[in-house]
């Protein structure tokens, strides 16, 4: 009997020599939970149906990638529509892979988040802010579409993190700055305005370093561009015809509200979206970001010391979006466009049905003609100007809700 409890013990758990994860490992912990937390949130709610117009596009991508020919617009973002795809393998329908890839990226954000915070400030700081992005209205609701948005706050964030590294030396020597410059070249293939807004935070990060280190680094970013600039380049019919699609979309894009062609107009517009995209987005920030700045007002303290780099960070998108060119709102923004309901699909009620159940490729493709049929006879029947949001509320239906 007494050797029947022996062997009873030696299978107890000994909590005794348990011990809770400190420094890195509780790090690690913290970012992996949140990341979890994040996905976990988000996947109760994914929107059935594409949401708009662009959403189309990336789903035609999955099937055919040309940027030439818009599926998806230049410059096509290859590595996330990639992504995608390899999430098609698994979820068997386009707009539920391209809603799991913001959801997923929407977790390495928050994750992210915390990592860059906690490296700046302390652990605290760094599980205030990743709440604070987890729980933020805007950015909650662009990781239950098919859009790549949070695929650049992950992004951004992520290379935030490792120019911050890289500057106090926790990536040292040249094969740490060609890690980081690799990493930015590469993750370029998702969003090509990181390799714009991440330019001055690069150049902080590798300052003062040996020549041998930036051209380590030059060598390692442009060939993270080449792995998904070639392939770009195959499917869109040649580099040229590429770049000449590109070009035409920044040329149609800087018609657009911008203070270079619309003067204080476009300055006013632009200001007033970004204004309501912070709000909706900082709303929940903006009283402990207030009682933090009265109390270092208060106080007299010193500067803090990482508002250079957080400047750094968040100063080139600003700039470029009270600056550059905006697009025009076809909708009010303080009220968030509706998700095209099936039964504006082709075919009436109950083909809608079909295609929200999800019969086979021939509902996929019925809802996905209704959504372009739908887009197409909004826009060409109300415009996208202020003149066109007085005649479609004179006479455009209201889009039923899905």
């Known amino acids: 009997m007494g050797a029947a409890r022996t062997d009873d013990r030696s299978w107890a758990i000994d909590l005794g020599r348990w011990r809770w994860p400190t420094g890195r490992a509780l790090d690690f ?4 939970l949140l990341g979890l937390l994040t996905v976990q949130t988000r996947r109760p709610h994914k929107l059935r149906l594409p949401y708009a ?5 990336y789903i035609r991508a ?14 096509g973002y290859l590595l996330y529509v990639a992504t995608a795809r390899l999430l098609l ?9 391209l809603i799991w890839v913001s959801i997923l990226t929407s977790g390495v954000a928050v994750a992210a988040l915390f990592v860059l915070v906690r490296l700046l400030y302390d652990r605290v700081t760094g599980l205030v802010a990743a709440g604070l992005l987890l729980t933020a209205v805007t950015f909650w609701f662009y990781g ?3 859009y790549p948005y949070t695929t650049l706050a992950a992004g951004s964030t992520v290379l935030a993190a490792l120019a911050l590294a890289l500057r106090r030396g926790q990536l040292p020597g040249a094969g740490g700055a060609a890690l980081f410059a690799g990493a930015c070249g590469l993750l370029s293939g998702f969003r090509q305005d990181l390799l714009l807004f991440l330019t001055p935070l690069a150049l902080a990060a590798l300052w003062n370093r040996p020549r041998r280190h930036w051209l380590l680094a030059a060598v390692a970013a442009g060939l993270g561009i080449v792995l998904w600039l070639v392939p770009t380049a195959v499917f869109s019919g040649g580099l040229a015809a590429y770049l000449r699609a590109t070009l035409a979309q920044g040329a149609a894009a800087s018609g657009e509200a911008s203070p270079l ?13 970004l204004a309501i995209f912070l709000w909706r987005g900082l709303a929940f920030a903006l009283l402990p970001l207030g009682y933090h700045a009265l109390r270092r007002l208060v106080a007299r303290r010193t500067p803090d010391p990482a508002l250079p780099w957080v400047s750094l960070w968040l100063a080139p998108p600003l700039a470029y979006y009270l600056a550059g060119p905006c697009r025009r709102l076809r909708l009010h923004p303080e009220r968030p466009a509706r998700p095209h309901g099936p039964r504006r699909a082709w075919g009436g009620p109950r083909r809608a049905r079909s295609a929200r159940a999800g019969h086979g490729a021939r509902g996929r493709s019925s809802t996905a ?12 029947a109300c415009g996208t100007t202020r003149a066109g949001h007085a005649r479609r509320r004179r006479r455009c239906r209201p889009v039923p809700r899905a």
């Open 29 to 32: 912990a913290l970012a992996l």
């Open 53 to 57: 117009w662009d959403s189309l596009l």
């Open 62 to 75: 999955l099937e055919h990638f040309d940027p030439t020919i818009h599926q998806p617009q230049p410059p």
């Open 89 to 97: 393998l698994w979820v068997e329908d386009p707009n539920r892979a």
């Open 144 to 146: 239950e579409i098919a």
């Open 261 to 273: 062609t619309h003067g204080l107009a476009g300055l006013a517009h632009n200001a007033r979206t």
């Open 369 to 380: 003609c209704g959504v372009v049929a739908d887009e197409r006879a909004h826009r060409g």
